[in-house]
């Protein structure tokens, strides 16, 4: 039977999806990597990229959506220029347009190869057709390097993975590496303006290396000056153990109604005639809250016992003061 496998050697977990047929709709070298795109069964298009599998037609829905619309909607005011890094396929960017207050969307991919095949392949191709949208077929590390400081409101990176493993078990670096180190997390920063949010792919909780991964280059990004990077999980079946995660930083901590500036957008949105079908505003604080494992994991003990007691409602004793304190006022 033809499919399109992963299989990862930590947990002996083996992915695979069956495909319509052997021969790809597409293949083609470009001078990164070998693009495929496959017909399924059931998950219509596939998008494959060094064998390994990128998005399908029928739930990339729920990875691009989160990866734009948390952080778009998170944002005070609406965010006017967004940068995306990555995302050859071009959905992030999509998603991103349906938000009306964008004025520039800067897209950087290393491989202008992909965008092209994608564009033929894909009913959202038309995205760079957008008067908005400008294209850098550039390294995303070297473009930031070079960007001015406090350009944008919101920076989105959907890169491919930064690393594989091979038959042996041994880490092989990947072009998407570079988007994953301390001075790129230092740019990303640097380029954000002072309210402005960072979110990026940042794997799954069901593999230890993964995890690690994750908890690794959040200390990064908190070393680099952002006050928050809280871990949002996404449901996804077509990616390896069917669950992924994104880190989404804030450079400022919201002080604004988040909850009553995202109904505002959503409306707009609507109004639009724009819509979701796996975001939904709910899932903005929702797709944040982990299992406990995975809580005390990434945050520590400490973290979940503070915000254990801010959830709890203060006691007659505590609003009025100690026990002993009420006996004295009471005397
Ligand atoms: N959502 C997908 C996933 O998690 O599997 C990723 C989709 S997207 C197709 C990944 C893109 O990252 C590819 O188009 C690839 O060309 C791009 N990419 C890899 N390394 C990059 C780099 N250093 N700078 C910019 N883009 C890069």
Known sequence: VAEIGEFFS???????????????????????????????????????????????????????????????????HGPKRVLVIGGGDGYVVNEVLKHESVVHVDHVDLDGDVVQVCKQQFAWGKVWDDARVHLHVADGAAFCADAADAVYDVIIQDSSDPWGVDESGNQIDLPSGALYSKEHFAHLHRILKPNGILNFQAETIAIPADIKGMMDWRKIVLNAGFASARYGSIVISSYPTGQLGFLMCEKKIATHNVEKSIAAKMRRMRQAGLQTSYYHPALQSASFVLPLWVHRTVYGDDEEDENEEEEVEPSANEILGSDSNAEISSQ
Not at 17 to 43: F, G, N
Not at 50 to 73: C, F, I, K, S, W
């Open 10 to 76: 930590e947990t002996g977990f083996y992915q695979s999806l069956r495909l319509s047929d052997e021969k790809p709709l597409l293949r083609q070298q470009s001078a990164y990597q070998l693009i495929e795109v496959y017909e399924t069964p059931y998950y219509g298009k596939v998008l494959v990229l060094d064998g390994v599998l990128q998005l399908t037609e029928r739930d990339a829905d729920a990875y691009n959506e989160m990866m734009a619309h948390v952080p778009m909607m998170q944002h005070e």
